[in-house]
């Protein structure tokens, strides 16, 4: 089936423009394919380097190149509990790929952070940069030009975006991603949510806090909510990186390890010594990326991926933008309701139908693209299955549900929860921004009150602390951007904000910050660029200006004089806090170099 006009029509726009940097790429892959990898030929010394603590039937294999030899990137450390089960996958793999008649290394291992733990802490200013960092990282393992194929290892926030850059980088290579799955169902989220809304109000302490997180957060896997590390999950198996059904089954089960074996040795059978060839450069192009873009919207998944996915795409020579995301979330409607866009978690929507019914009903309206290539074959219909375990251990795939299991947690394309996707570019006098509505009630959908002004997440923490701010108003919280801070999520900001929306006043945010995909009811314009540091509208912005954020027609606007306006000096703040500390002196060159906002805030891929 062909996609509609619509999603057609802006495909092919992306096309257009991309024609100039896509070619160039698709013709460095072709030529890096071309030379293929020669180990035979080797020095004898640079090969005994390269399998020196393999078996001895192992190094005999590697020693011409007959045999497939598949790296694996790995983001495992035991502090994630999404990265931990990947502790076990290596050995996994390796025995996969010995059935399969190849040979596996673990080619080199990447930084995995965790936003959660590092959230409104000195450390989180290191964490968009870490993406860039992983994709730098897994370049120097895969450097070595010892491999045929890769799998990679990697959940969450910054992990596999960064791992997707460098697949596509070393787009000559086929590329799988292996996922370790969410952790069993603890704690609801909204009860989650309603407990740290309280210990914001002072009516809770410490202990009862730290006791629901624990619930909340209690073993081996991904968080359940529906934010930035689950949204990399579908978008990895609706993009095609994924095995069909691989993005949600629990760690630790026997039906997970079959996937990750069936992975490994998939990736051995698509290498250049075979007969279907799937060099992940070639694999993905403006048509995956926009079934990309469209999966975001149906499960209105996180606003991170309004930077991840422009970064990405440009690794593979394709040039996304935050007008195509925008004007794909007004054709493409919300199907899902996960946590925080509703009650459910990542396990509620596996078991309503997950990934096979959301595409199979996506497909069925022409909104995605079922003619790609994908790490299984040809074509998204393929991906419209349930995965089980066979009676032999292996993976076996059902058709997906004819109908939803849980309708309020995962509906039809001819009964969405919402005609759009919620998450819709902003424009106006005080630049471009990004907002997601899909879990903003529709009455705040417009808000118009005075600005009151922080350089700081901590001034507006304590403002609220002092009670400062009961009364309708749009916290301007600048300096927060890529080149101020390395663009921090501001998600501690979300319970105070709360509490006031839920004490009956107008609330809004406007940012050159990020959120994150756990944000959701208070509306918020973030991403905001140019940053407040490099000059921007938002730097002229002061305390009583009357700001109208305005999610329907898309604006965010000062409403002041315009003359007046733009004779303002521009403010400017200390930020030497932010350049030592917690490793940060170290990203300086990061600072000085990263992009703007829309057009990814990469370091690499400006």
């Known amino acids: 089936m062909s996609a509609n006009s619509k999603i057609s029509a802006i495909t092919q726009r992306i096309v257009e423009r991309s024609k100039p940097t896509r070619g160039l790429y698709l013709e460095r892959i072709s030529a890096a394919a071309a030379k293929g990898v020669h ?54 793999i390796r025995e996969a790929a010995r059935e399969a008649g190849g040979v596996a290394q673990v080619a080199g291992g990447v930084p995995a952070m965790c936003d959660g733990v590092t959230q409104g802490q000195p450390g989180m200013e290191l964490s968009l940069f870490s993406r ?61 949510s309603r407990i740290r809304q309280l210990y914001a109000e002072g009516k809770v302490g410490r202990d009862e806090l730290l006791e629901a997180e624990s619930k909340s957060y209690h073993g081996p896997g991904t968080c359940t909510f529906y934010g930035t590390a689950n949204s990399n999950q579908m978008l990895m198996e609706i993009m095609g990186f994924h095995m069909p059904g691989a993005s949600f089954i629990n760690p630790g089960t026997p039906l997970r390890d079959a996937l990750t074996k069936e992975a490994a040795k998939r990736a051995l059978a698509i290498t250049a010594q075979g007969n279907e060839f799937t060099p992940a450069g070639e694999m993905i192009d403006e048509r995956s990326i926009v079934n990309g873009v469209v999966g975001l919207h149906a499960t209105g998944g996180s606003t991170n991926h309004t930077l991840h996915l422009l970064a990405i795409a440009k690794a593979a020579g394709i040039q996304l933008t935050w007008e195509d995301i925008s004007d794909l979330s007004d054709v493409v409607p919300l199907l899902a309701r996960v946590y925080p866009n509703g009650l459910a978690d990542v396990n509620h929507f596996h078991a309503a139908g997950g990934m096979g019914f959301l595409i199979k009903e996506l497909l069925k309206d022409g909104m995605l693209h079922d003619d790609v290539r994908t790490v299984f074959g040809h074509g998204l219909e393929a991906y419209t299955i349930d995965p089980r375990l066979g009676e032999d251990g292996t993976v076996v795939r059902e058709k997906a549900p004819h109908a939803s299991h849980d309708p309020k947690v995962l509906t039809t394309i001819d009964k969405p929860f919402q005609a759009n996707g919620g998450l819709k570019m902003l424009t106006g006098n005080l630049g471009k921004a990004v907002i997601k509505i899909s879990a903003v009630k529709p009455e705040r959908h417009v808000i118009e009150a005075p600005a009151i002004v922080f350089n700081d997440q901590a001034e507006l923490q304590q403002a609220f602390k002092d009670g400062k701010l009961e009364r309708d108003f749009v916290a301007v919280v600048r300096f927060q951007g890529p080149k101020a801070n390395g663009m921090p999520e501001l998600h501690k900001l ?79 703040a200390d930020l030497s806090a932010n350049e030592y500390g917690m490793g940060r002196e170290l990203f300086a060159p990061f600072r000085a170099m990263v992009g703007a906002a829309d057009q990814g805030a990469s370091v690499v891929f400006n």
């Open 132 to 192: 860039d960092l992983i994709a730098m990282a897994a370049g120097i393992g895969l450097s070595h030009n010892m491999f045929d194929s890769v799998v990679y290892l990697g959940v969450c926030d910054k992990i596999v975006p960064g791992l997707a850059m460098a697949a596509l980088t070393f787009g000559h290579l086929p590329a799988i991603f292996v996922p370790a799955g969410p952790m069993t169902s603890g704690l609801p989220n909204d009860e989650k």
């Open 494 to 572: 979300t319970p105070p904000l709360g509490v006031l929306q839920d004490r009956g006043f107008k609330v809004a945010l406007v940012t050159d910050g990020r959120m994150s995909g756990a944000s959701g009811k208070v509306p918020a314009a973030i991403h905001m660029t140019p940053e407040a540091v490099n000059g921007g509208a938002i730097a002229k912005v002061r305390d009583g200006d009357m700001i109208r954020l305005d999610a329907i027609n898309g604006t965010v606007e000062v409403l002041v004089d315009a003359a007046e306006f733009d004779a303002r000096p521009v403010a400017t």
């Open 39 to 92: 180990r035979s030929v080797l020095g004898c010394a640079n090969l005994a380097h390269g399998f020196a603590v393999c078996s001895p039937s192992d190094k005999a294999a590697l020693a011409g190149d007959v045999v497939g030899n598949l790296g694996i990137i790995t983001a495992y450390n035991d502090m994630l509990s999404a990265h931990q089960p990947f502790e076990t996958y290596p050995a996994l």
